[in-house]
Nanobody, 115 residues
């Protein structure tokens, strides 16, 4: 089992920054991919960014150039640095970890960007 706990969400003005964190615990040694997703109520959860164990990253077009995903393997923590935030970035952000054919999700953290 893998446990994921997100933190760092909150309220910020448009143009501001936030850094989300996702602390992983449990059977984390074989995690291959971690990522951030977000979900607006009534819509499907969408990819924000992913990072592999080798450090390869992938971003949604809507966040390229504004968001940066990183992971600190020593701290077992995944980060999402969000800059130049827009009101349309407002939603719940979820951390995801993939271990083999198993997928784990955190409980989510709310981000609200005011205009």
């Amino acid at each position: 089992q893998v446990q994921l706990v997100e933190s760092g969400g909150g309220l910020v003005q448009a143009g501001g920054s936030l850094r989300l964190s996702c602390a992983a615990s449990g059977s984390i040694s074989s995690i291959t991919v971690m990522g951030w997703y977000r979900q607006v109520p009534g819509k499907q959860r969408e990819l924000v960014a992913t990072i592999t164990s080798a450090g390869s990253t992938n971003y949604a077009d809507s966040v390229k150039g504004r968001f940066t995903i990183s992971r600190d393997n020593a701290k077992n923590t995944l980060y999402l640095q969000m800059n130049s935030l827009k009101p349309e970035d407002t939603t719940v952000y979820y951390c995801k970890a993939v271990r083999g054919f198993l997928v784990y999700w955190g409980q989510g953290t709310h981000v609200t960007v005011s205009s």
